[in-house]
């Protein structure tokens, strides 16, 4: 898997140059309405194909892999991890999730993973570990906090974080981290709900230093398999790029995932950065 394949910009104004041209050719490899679609799964490698369960043309939440349920946006980031992580068997990879069809399948194709949940108490904790117990993945469901992870400084291969910093109160704090935790060369993989036309990013939500939250506007939330729905705090634009590199990271891009062979006809916006 050749991670040159997919285009990439580091700036709004490179996207806009392309913008039409990446979004038209998409288009022409939509699939047709259809309960499955054709394909090999480019994080599990199944190909038993993708559900095609609901309408509408954002397709980054549908097309679950009929074999290991990850979507478009967690396939685009897993194939992005291949892609950039050689020695997948001995890599030291850490996730921001665990109980979940994604950190399963991760794991299947990076065996020393290490995932966690941000979840509170021994109950909760429990449970979600049953439940990786009967998708047959058992472990012990580990908490971690992004903005104070226990990984010793430059001890991991990748990072891989979906859907998970446009929660988080500072996200520049969670930046370092994984910047901090990462050896040199490594790489972090991230997908955010990305505000491709947003040159900056923008506070929808603020924590007060009582604990209380200040909204600019109406509150956001986001759906989650855990809680019903998290607080969204931040819509990030191109702004995000810089941020990862003030936080300790080389470089950094936004690559559109698109492979219509693998159930991806509609790019997904994953970012890159490498310590």
Sequence with gaps: MNADAWPAWRTLDA???????????????????????????GLCGSRLGFRNAAAGADLRERLHCLHC?????????????????????????????????????LRGRFPRSRGSEFVSGLEKRLRLSLWLLRQGAPGWVHRQDIT??????????????????????DYDKALREFARVLRPGAI??????????????????????????????????????????????????????ERLRAAGFSDADACRVHD???????????????R
């Design 148 to 169: 104070a992870l226990s990984f010793a400084d430059a001890s991991l291969d990748a990072v891989v974080s979906l859907d998970v910093l446009e929660h988080v109160p």
């Design 15 to 41: 996207w806009q140059q392309d913008a039409e041209r990446i979004v038209s050719g998409e288009a022409a490899t939509l699939p047709d309405v259809a309960e499955v679609v054709a394909g090999e799964c």
């Design 260 to 274: 219509p062979a693998r159930g991806l006809p509609q790019g997904q916006w994953v970012l890159r950065a490498r």
């Design 69 to 105: 349920a990850c979507n478009s946006r967690q396939r685009a980031a897993g194939m992005a991890l291949r892609a950039a992580v050689a020695e997948a068997r001995s890599a030291r990879v850490y996730a921001t999730e665990q109980a979940s069809p994604f950190f399963i399948a």
């Design 188 to 241: 972090l993989v991230l997908t955010v709900p990305f505000h491709e036309r947003h040159r900056d990013s923008r506070v929808i939500a603020r924590l007060r230093d009582d604990g209380g939250i200040d909204h600019v506007g109406e509150p956001e939330f986001h759906g989650d398999p855990l809680s019903g729905g998290v607080l969204c705090f931040h819509h990030f634009g191109w702004g995000l790029i």
